[in-house]
């Protein structure tokens, strides 16, 4: 069997501060273990003093408490270099300046915490960019007999055969031994979504649903079961409130 690494509603999450002060880091790691007992969550911290520091970490980074004011390189320049270099993460900016605020959105910071750190500002933003994680988790099939892994949220859409489940991509499909329902039970259930016995789509590549077929990017249509079609509009609606 392929193994399934799932993310869960919010597991295995890395979070990241970066900040030249002390009582930053602290405020911050204090906050987060409440946190993490209010929203039952798993995350891995890590500490940064420097943009520099930051910069040389080669392991993905989730969600990024990054301060706009720092030495040698401001934050607002280490995100600029992040996204140059290809890295993606949530970047929550850390502030006693509004004035900066505007630079901020230009590289892409989604939030703002101020300074001194207030514990419902930081969770607000926190739950803002967990919900933004939404099929970060990994599935690993198989491509041209070979094992591949597979980002969830890369997925637009599941089908299940005989005795195997074809798993569709933007440019290619790959394949699995798992049963549909075994797949089901380990894919993100903010994002997936059974619309047939035999198909599971991602509602991030839905366009329209109409007429019992839903629309996939790439002009793909998908049969809605009857039994399933209030269920499958109503979960559409909420996905799009909630994740777009």
Do not use: W
Request: charged share 35%; hydrophobic share 35%; glycine share 4%.
């Amino acid at each position: 069997m392929e193994k399934i690494e799932n993310m869960g509603n919010i597991e295995n999450i890395h979070i990241a501060v970066c900040d030249d002060e002390e009582l930053t880091h602290r405020e911050v790691e204090e906050k987060l273990i409440e946190y993490r007992e209010s929203r039952k969550c798993v995350y891995k911290l890590s500490h940064y003093d420097s943009a520099q520091m930051l910069l040389n970490e080669t392991e993905e980074i989730h969600i990024l408490l990054l301060d706009i004011d720092m030495p040698v390189m401001d934050g607002i320049e280490a995100a600029a270099a992040l996204k140059k270099s290809g890295r993606q993460c949530n970047i929550i900016m850390l502030t006693s300046k509004r004035e900066r605020f505007k630079d901020a959105f230009k590289i892409g910071a989604t939030r703002f915490v101020t300074k001194p750190i207030e514990k419902d500002e930081l969770f607000e933003a926190l739950d803002s960019a967990v919900a933004s994680l939404a099929g970060y988790g990994t599935v690993t099939v198989k491509y041209n007999g070979e094992d591949c892994t597979v980002r969830q949220r890369d997925i637009y859409m599941v089908e299940a055969k005989r005795d195997y489940v074809k798993i569709y991509l933007k440019d290619k499909v790959c394949e699995s031994n798992h049963s549909l329902k075994d797949l089901a039970e380990n894919l993100d259930d903010r994002l997936f979504i059974y619309v047939h016995r035999s198909y599971i789509v991602n509602m991030l590549y839905v366009s329209d649903i109409k007429n019992g077929y839903v629309e996939l990017s790439g002009e793909k249509k998908v049969s809605v079961a009857r039994r399933k079609s209030k269920e499958v509009h109503q979960k559409i609606i909420e996905f799009d409130v909630n994740y777009r």
